[in-house]
């Protein structure tokens, strides 16, 4: 049998080798997802740590704080702790690679979301890095103090190749409007249970509600008010998902006046009622 460091992680990992970790650290070199896998389908979870996945195989459509990514084989996505991922649609062939890192490592630039296609070289490099992740972490004892280097690497190079991107196809006011965007939507994360209001979001970012309103609408073509709404129901999902509250309970954590608004909000932007949301397959 050939030495698991010199089995290629782009090749179908036997069962018994499907996942290996090291303190904050963790790796699933080939893995399936939707049924059977690590992500569920039309299920958003929010995520402890932080996450790195690398399309291996197929196409997959996900959201992950509220923006939506298409991703075909080769490309690479970097999330940040905390950050809430759904899978809305995959290719049956689909296969991933996962590796996980702590909050306290090292967070993710300014905890955005990061989607790159690399190059042929620049994938190249990525996969030696991976690899040498997973020669570490089948070490015995595993020497984190190794791993970690190596994960720090890894993701300042998915950053640096995020932002030459960047850099190349986004002029200056542009790229601002783009930065101020994504600090909006970080903020709705942080804050929408007990705030709805787009005042409340332009004063946090020292800009008026018209200018927010204005550069939302012009980056995104959706409207501030339908992101912080997409927020609410987002975390509403989550806690009929992964909780045992009542929908009166969810409706007051989310600061409604009473469980009627919340459910007509609900369905307003979801198409079922929470009761009827939480009950589905």
């Given at each position: 049998?050939?030495?698991?460091?010199?089995?290629?992680?782009?090749?179908v990992?036997p069962?018994?080798?499907?996942?290996?970790?090291?303190?904050?650290?963790?790796?699933?070199?080939?893995?399936?997802?939707?049924?059977?896998?690590?992500?569920?389908l039309?299920?958003?979870?929010?995520?402890?740590?932080?996450?790195?996945?690398?399309?291996?195989?197929?196409?997959?459509?996900?959201?992950?704080?509220?923006?939506?990514?298409?991703?075909?084989?080769?490309?690479?996505?970097?999330?940040?702790?905390?950050?809430?991922?759904?899978?809305?649609e995959?290719?049956?062939?689909?296969?991933?690679?996962?590796?996980?890192?702590s909050?306290?490592?090292?967070?993710v630039k300014?905890?955005?979301?990061?989607?790159?296609?690399?190059?042929?070289?620049?994938r190249?490099?990525?996969d030696?890095?991976?690899?040498?992740?997973w020669?570490?972490?089948?070490?015995?004892?595993?020497p984190?103090?190794?791993?970690?280097?190596?994960?720090?690497?890894?993701?300042s190079?998915?950053?640096?190749?995020?932002?030459?991107?960047?850099?190349?196809h986004?002029?200056?006011?542009?790229?601002?409007?783009?930065?101020?965007?994504?600090?909006?939507?970080?903020?709705v994360?942080?804050?929408?249970?007990?705030e709805?209001?787009?005042?409340?979001?332009?004063?946090?970012?020292?800009?008026?509600?018209?200018y927010?309103?204005?550069?939302?609408?012009?980056v995104?073509?959706?409207?501030?008010?339908?992101?912080?709404?997409?927020a609410?129901?987002?975390?509403?999902?989550?806690?009929?998902r992964?909780?045992?509250?009542?929908?009166?309970?969810?409706?007051?954590?989310?600061?409604?006046?009473?469980?009627?608004?919340?459910?007509?909000?609900?369905?307003?932007?979801?198409?079922?009622?929470?009761?009827?949301y939480?009950?589905?397959?």
């Open positions: 049998m050939a030495n698991i460091e010199d089995i290629r992680l782009n090749d990992i069962e018994q080798l499907h996942h290996l970790s090291a303190g904050q650290y963790s790796m699933i070199p080939n893995s399936t997802c939707g049924q059977g896998g690590p992500l569920v039309n299920q958003p979870y929010r995520l402890v740590e932080g996450r790195l996945i690398i399309v291996l195989q197929g196409c997959i459509r996900a959201t992950s704080n509220l923006l939506e990514y298409t991703l075909h084989t080769g490309d690479t996505l970097l999330l940040p702790p905390c950050c809430i991922i759904e899978l809305l995959m290719s049956s062939d689909s296969r991933v690679q996962i590796l996980s890192y909050d306290d490592t090292f967070p300014n905890h955005e979301v990061i989607c790159i296609t690399p190059t042929s070289d620049e190249a490099e990525i030696t890095l991976v690899n040498l992740v020669r570490n972490l089948n070490r015995q004892p595993a984190v103090s190794v791993i970690t280097p190596l994960f720090q690497a890894l993701q190079f998915i950053i640096a190749i995020h932002e030459h991107n960047q850099s190349k986004i002029s200056t006011d542009e790229s601002r409007q783009q930065v101020l965007f994504h600090r909006f939507l970080q903020l994360g942080e804050h929408c249970t007990h709805r209001s787009l005042a409340y979001y332009a004063s946090q970012l020292c800009i008026t509600p018209h927010l309103s204005t550069m939302v609408k012009k995104s073509g959706t409207n501030g008010t339908t992101w912080i709404t997409r609410v129901c987002l975390e509403a999902k989550i806690r009929l992964h909780s045992d509250q009542l929908v009166s309970q969810i409706s007051d954590d989310l600061n409604f006046p009473n469980p009627a608004f919340f459910n007509k909000y609900f369905k307003r932007e979801v198409g079922m009622t929470p009761g009827e939480r009950s589905k397959e």
